[in-house]
């Protein structure tokens, strides 16, 4: 054969090399979240996972997808990437338990513009620490290099998470007048309202590297703090018996995301005062100028996890939760009506 000298594609930006070299990488920390189930490791063109092996008879499927927002800015900025991939884990598994699903196995998408195998190993063991903690396997994922669309040092994740429940056990069921509301600490700002906290740093002329005003270290690791996975320890309690519903308190606050789970005619009673609003809300309320309204439909305001319970299993259940490592605060009622209703106040 005759060899031209062309253009490679390396030479073109894709360095298809490196993408193996990440792969090898990365298989430990995959080989470390296998779980029953898991048949396959990383490389295939396609994941398998055995439903029966997992332990399910007559298993629903739930899927769920999602991404890390604006957050990503400032773990690029101050190349903190160890922890937001815990973050992406957390958004999808933490939604999927909302159903009454246990996570199986999670795939991740990295695209960058040019890819640093250190970085992104990086970043994807921190997905498989997030797939650990949750007790879900990373059986695979994509890994896209794509010069021209990505800033130098700019990458991109999503992930996609699938879990499983026997047939007849989905979530929310059961939920009536006068159950109790459960709230579970957050651990922080979590992975939404990032547009708006990275305008309130810029209006208060900090950088990520500055002393956090509100908490210990840096302002950039204080505001990389990954969101809590509450995985284990819900099904705990759906497991012990008594929950009607989970409501993951996500982008919408509490105002948007706990109407999600209360049926027709019924809404829900928070008492502001039944927790202490954590200091980086403060700040950045007042920072803002945001008025209470705002914050508890923009940000978590320090519960990233509603239960909504029996009340006869109020009790039982708080104990359980926090015998699992959680800090749990009776915050309400279910009612008659519709949407949320506050009383006390949370600034």
């Known amino acids: 054969m005759t060899t031209k000298n062309g253009l490679t594609y390396a030479q073109a930006g894709v360095d298809i090399d490196a993408g193996n070299a990440l792969v090898e990488r990365i298989k430990p920390a995959a080989r470390r979240t296998a779980r029953p189930g898991t048949m396959s490791g990383l490389g295939g063109f396609g994941a398998l996972f055995d439903l029966k092996g997992a332990g399910y008879s007559d298993p629903v499927l739930v899927a769920?997808?999602?991404?890390?927002?604006?957050?990503?800015?400032?773990?690029?900025?101050?190349?903190?990437?160890?922890?937001?991939?815990?973050?992406?884990?957390?958004?999808?598994?933490n939604d999927l338990v909302c159903q009454g699903a246990e996570p199986l196995f999670f795939l991740d998408y990295f695209a960058t513009g040019k890819l640093d195998?250190?970085?992104?190993?990086?970043?994807?063991?921190?997905?498989?620490?997030?797939?650990?903690?949750?007790?879900?396997?990373?059986?695979?994922?994509?890994?896209?290099?794509?010069?021209g669309m990505y800033h130098a040092g700019d990458f991109d994740l999503a992930g996609f998470a699938v879990g499983a429940m026997e047939r007849g056990a989905d979530l929310p069921q059961g939920v009536v007048e006068g159950d109790v509301l459960l709230g579970l600490a957050s651990n922080g700002v979590h992975s939404n309202g990032y547009s708006l906290v990275r305008k309130v740093v810029e209006k208060a002329g900090l950088s990520w590297s500055d002393a956090c005003p509100f908490g210990e270290g840096t302002v950039g690791e204080a505001l990389l703090a990954p969101t809590r996975l509450y995985v284990r320890q819900a099904l705990a309690a759906v497991r012990a018996g008594g929950v009607h519903a989970l409501a993951h308190i996500t982008g919408g606050g509490l105002t948007e995301n706990l109407p999600r789970v209360l049926p027709e005619g019924l809404g829900a009673e928070i008492d502001l005062d039944s927790w202490t609003l954590p200091a980086v809300f403060d700040w950045l309320a007042r920072t803002a100028g945001l008025d209470e309204?705002?914050?508890?439909?923009?940000?978590?305001?320090?519960?990233?996890?509603?239960?909504?319970?029996?009340a006869a299993r109020a009790d039982a259940l708080t104990d359980l939760l926090v015998a699992e490592g959680e800090t749990?605060?009776?915050?309400?009622?279910?009612?008659?009506?519709?949407?949320?209703?506050?009383?006390?106040?949370?600034?």
């Open 64 to 93: 769920a997808t999602d991404g890390v927002g604006t957050k990503l800015r400032i773990a690029i900025d101050t190349g903190m990437v160890d922890t937001i991939g815990i973050d992406l884990v957390a958004m999808c598994v």
């Open 117 to 147: 195998v250190d970085q992104a190993t990086r970043i994807i063991e921190g997905i498989a620490e997030g797939c650990a903690q949750s007790g879900c396997a990373l059986i695979g994922g994509e890994t896209a290099e794509m010069p």
């Open 293 to 310: 309204p705002e914050l508890l439909k923009t940000f978590n305001s320090g519960i990233g996890m509603i239960i909504v319970v029996d």
């Open 328 to 347: 749990v605060s009776r915050i309400g009622r279910v009612i008659a009506g519709q949407g949320v209703r506050y009383i006390g106040s949370a600034l």
